[in-house]
């Protein structure tokens, strides 16, 4: 898929502009921009995935990290206190630690990168992975599928639970003390 | 495959040109004449109240995290509805009883109040 010129350029474009955005996430003074920059960052990384063939995934990256786990961080920001305060906002702390960590993930991963035997694939017409995984689902799978909403439901009864706490049963109307 | 795509890549590169290209131009003729009432935050004409970071109630975060839930769900059912036809009766059913065990958990943050506001 990626052997002509184009796709290559694009790769690079995409790759850079990723790149880019992650480092605003972690350089920026102000936790606000780097919750934003999160947006570009994994918008690239679906369009690495739609580079790959991997239609479904990029997808589900925009859908569900673009469009929730963003909102999520976002709303996580701005609960923060002293949101506006730039010295509590997003500081740098322990850099020699920190590029010390940095340092050796980059290391492990580019040993892992250069030790890997790479399979080279040869380029065939890829169709949307999307019929596959909907086939998927619905047939060799359809019981993982069932328990998968399972989850979801565990999880959405989880979160109303723990938010919910302090909330007595609506039998009587005395609700509004405090809450905001 | 690729070729499907490009032209949201074309839509995409044209969006940040224009942008960036006004917003640079504007930059680089336009006049800068920085008054304190030009410094307000815009407030539809009302005199601004407050900070334009102010704190959220907690309770949009709950319904940040039911939609995440649903969002999570709409792509389990996104394969299906790109093969509604090929999976036929079987399909339907099998996808009906998944949206009906989240209907449940709907129904009990219904019940529990998370969609009240007060």
Known sequence: MLNSLAAQAIFYVIAALTVGFAALVAFSRNIVYSAFALVGALMGVAGVYILLAADFVAMVQVLLYVGGIVVLTIFAVMLTQGIGDLAVSNRAVGPGAGLAVVALAGAVMLYATLRTPWHLATAVAVASTTYGIGNAFLGVYVLPFEIASLVLLAALVGAVTISRQDTPPPADGAAEKGRS | ?118
Not at chain 2, 4 to 15: C, E, K, M, R
Not at chain 2, 49 to 67: E, M
Not at chain 2, 102 to 117: C, E, I, S
């Open chain 2, 1 to 118: 495959m690729l070729l499907t795509w490009f032209p949201i890549l074309v839509t995409l590169a044209v969006a940040a040109l224009v942008v960036g290209g006004m917003v640079t131009i504007n930059r680089l003729t336009g006049p800068r004449r920085p008054s304190k009432i030009k410094g307000e935050e815009f407030e539809c004409g009302n005199p601004p109240t407050g900070q334009a970071w102010g704190r959220f109630s907690v309770h949009f975060y709950l319904t940040a995290l039911l939609f995440v839930v649903f969002d999570v769900e709409v792509i389990f059912l996104y394969p299906w509805a790109v093969e509604l036809r090929h999976l036929g009766m079987f399909g339907l059913v099998e996808a009906l009883i998944f949206i009906g065990i989240l209907t449940v958990g709907l129904v009990y943050a219904w019940q529990r109040g998370a969609l009240d506001w007060n």
